[in-house]
């Protein structure tokens, strides 16, 4: 097989192709909840605190001196981040919990047992037969054994 072939298969394989439109799906779906934190939580949440915007947070660690720029820690982009990540995680915990209860079938939908084919139909009447064959025997010798 060939180089060519091998790398064909893979990569149209079910997985290779599910896993990229899962990157894809996940990458859009990150710009949504940055967006969504960005600009509709983080508004809000700086102006209850005060008006601070919380990405222009940072300390100085070093000045500038001369060309080289001020050495800053900038936490407050951090903390955006966090805050992307935790509602990212929650939002895809909610998706994941509803496919799950969609996939879970209702009490009432479960069968309780499938139809019964011709062989099995004939084995429970030759059990059944066989059991009142037994309980006939059994009885017929149980007045016999008291005697």
């Known amino acids: ?4 072939q091998e790398f064909k298969e ?3 394989k079910g997985n290779v192709v599910d896993m990229a439109v899962g ?3 996940g990458g859009a779906f990150g710009k949504i ?4 934190v960005e600009d509709i939580v983080m508004p809000p949440l700086g102006l209850i605190l005060g008006g601070v915007d919380f990405s222009d947070l940072a300390v100085q660690l070093k000045q500038a001196v001369g060309e080289k720029p001020a050495v800053m820690l900038r936490y407050g ?3 955006q ?3 992307d990540f935790t509602i990212m995680a929650f939002a895809v915990f909610m998706m994941v919990r509803a496919m799950n209860k969609l996939k879970k079938a ?3 939908a479960v069968q309780a047992d499938p139809p019964a084919t011709k062989d099995q139909l004939l084995l429970s009447e030759i059990r059944d037969l066989l059991a009142s064959r037994a309980a ?5 010798a149980a007045p016999a054994q008291s005697e």
């Open 23 to 25: 990157v894809i799906i």
């Open 81 to 83: 981040i966090v805050l």
């Open 106 to 108: 209702p009490p009432e």
């Open 10 to 12: 893979f990569a149209v």
């Open 77 to 79: 982009k951090f903390l």
């Open 136 to 140: 006939i025997v059994a009885d017929t």
């Open 1 to 4: 097989m060939g180089l060519l």
């Open 33 to 36: 909840v940055a967006s969504a």
